[in-house]
């Protein structure tokens, strides 16, 4: 009897480990380079959307048009110069369409004059961009304009090319500041 249970475990064992040939798959497609997955198909019905049309952040963006952020000035001067406008209108146009943004204008002065005077033109260089802006399409509300004076400049050499770099008023958005 021993040797007829044991021959009934044997059989058993041998039909349990025998294997069944696997279902034919499709071969997959090789990676496009060596150890990355290559991107899973999009579910049935959906199409995906093509690179271009992926909605990006503009503000972060640094081939929009809202990626430059400065105006500059001439020496002693606070007027926004006609280059600048369409720059003015491109920001003034976000604000417009977003009106929850908000903006911090920041009036920056070069090392010459007194503290008080840079502080002084400064703020109206600051408020000159605001004018603008609203001018463009932004609400009053959305822009504070502040006076850096000399306090944050670009550049710290003594010569003129580096004071214009440090005559400007440079435009933040809320979460930048």
Same mark, same amino acid.
């Given at each position: 009897?021993?040797?007829?249970?044991?021959?009934?475990?044997?059989?058993?064992?041998?039909?349990?480990? $025998?294997?069944?040939?696997?279902?034919?798959?499709?071969?997959? /497609? %090789?990676?496009?380079?060596?150890?990355?997955?290559?991107? $899973?198909?999009?579910?049935?019905?959906?199409?995906? #959307?093509?690179? %271009?049309?992926?909605?990006?952040?503009? #503000?972060?963006d640094p081939n929009s048009? &809202?990626?430059?952020?400065?105006?500059?000035?001439?020496?002693?001067?606070?007027?926004?110069?006609?280059?600048?406008?369409? #720059?003015?209108?491109?920001?003034?146009?976000?604000?417009?369409?977003?009106?929850?943004?908000?903006? &911090?204008?920041?009036?920056?002065?070069?090392?010459?004059?007194?503290?008080?005077?840079?502080?002084? &033109?400064?703020?109206?260089? /600051?408020?000159?961009?605001?004018?603008? #802006?609203?001018?463009?399409? /932004?609400?009053? %509300?959305?822009?504070?304009?502040?006076? &850096?004076?000399?306090?944050?400049?670009?550049?710290?050499?003594?010569?003129?090319?580096?004071?214009?770099?440090?005559?400007? %008023?440079?435009?933040?958005?809320?979460?930048?500041?």
């Amino acid at each position: 009897m021993k040797k007829a249970l044991f021959a009934a475990v044997a059989l058993a064992l041998i039909a349990g480990c $025998a294997s069944t040939p696997p279902a034919e798959t499709a071969p997959s /497609a %090789s990676p496009a380079t060596p150890g990355q997955t290559p991107p $899973a198909p999009p579910p049935v019905g959906v199409t995906p #959307l093509p690179p %271009s049309a992926v909605q990006t952040d503009p #503000l972060k963006d640094p081939n929009s048009g &809202l990626a430059k952020r400065s105006v500059f000035y001439e020496l002693d001067k606070y007027d926004v110069r006609d280059e600048y406008r369409p #720059l003015l209108q491109t920001h003034g146009k976000y604000l417009a369409e977003h009106r929850g943004a908000k903006m &911090l204008v920041q009036g920056n002065c070069d090392e010459r004059g007194s503290r008080e005077y840079n502080i002084a &033109l400064g703020q109206r260089r /600051a408020e000159g961009v605001k004018r603008m #802006l609203v001018l463009m399409g /932004a609400a009053d %509300s959305q822009i504070e304009p502040v006076s &850096l004076g000399e306090e944050k400049p670009r550049c710290n050499d003594h010569a003129e090319g580096c004071w214009s770099q440090n005559r400007r %008023s440079d435009m933040l958005y809320g979460g930048e500041y």
